[in-house]
């Protein structure tokens, strides 16, 4: 069936780095946008970036450009995400979601989810 | 930046209609979407082309966006459907999330 799994629960320190795989299974990998959301225990979700799994191009928010890198192996119907220099304030539930590839943006929404990665930062 | 503003928390009596609603400069010439959470799951999409909604969405669930508003509306509201209700567009190549709204069924 169509769906997003994500890699397993992590703990980091503070300045290490966290890589999250998304496999996705049941669908043409390479027609769709792979985005990461996170969120922080007790709120809203915040998008990171995506990746175009097609042609590997990236988009990061502003607040995470240079600390974040998405990469995908089409191969392995897996995207990844690395966020690097970690902080206290990066403990979340970070969430692969993908998102269909089309002439306007925005048309489709992101309809399918991973089940989300509990990252937890502490010393 | 762009910015997407929702109330914080709606409160609805079950049966009746809650209306939650999302704010954004020039809102009405971009696509709204809108998720559902519940506790300790995934969002799910529920609404999305502003008005459209997903195999397996019920028919309780609709949405409209013009102006600088987009809103969800969820018709005969069920205690199920208390969840936390998110709004997202797209501005250029960015993509941005509202704050969230807590529906409460009471």
């Known amino acids: 069936q169509v769906q997003l799994v994500e890699s397993g629960a992590e703990v980091k320190k503070p300045g290490a780095s966290v890589k999250v795989t998304c496999k996705a299974s049941g669908f043409t990998f390479t027609a769709y946008y792979i985005h990461w959301v996170r969120q922080a225990p007790g709120q809203g979700v915040e998008w990171m970036g995506w990746?175009?799994?097609?042609?590997?191009?990236?988009n990061y928010a502003q607040k995470f450009q240079g600390r974040v890198t998405m990469t995908r192996d089409t191969s392995l119907s897996t995207g990844y995400m690395e966020l690097s220099r970690l902080r206290s304030d990066d403990t979340a539930v970070y969430y692969c979601?993908?998102?269909?590839?089309?002439?306007?943006?925005?048309?489709?929404?992101?309809?399918?989810w991973g089940q989300g990665t509990t990252v937890t930062v502490s010393s | 930046s762009y910015e997407l503003t929702q109330s914080p928390s709606v409160s609805v009596s079950p049966g009746q209609t809650a209306s939650i609603t999302c704010s954004g400069d020039?809102?009405?010439?971009?696509?709204a979407c809108w998720y559902q959470q519940k506790p300790g799951q995934s969002p799910v999409l529920v609404i999305y082309q502003n008005s459209k909604r997903p195999s397996g969405i019920p028919e309780r669930f609709s949405g409209s966006n013009s102006g600088n508003s987009a809103t969800l509306t969820i018709s005969g509201t069920q205690a199920m459907d208390e969840a936390d209700y998110y709004c997202q567009a797209w501005d250029s190549s960015i993509v941005v999330f509202g704050g969230g709204t807590k529906l409460s069924v009471l």
């Open positions: 990746i175009n799994i097609n042609n590997g191009a990236t």
């Open positions: 979601a993908r998102d269909l590839i089309t002439m306007v943006r925005g048309v489709d929404g992101m309809d399918v």
């Open positions: 020039k809102l009405g010439n971009k696509y």
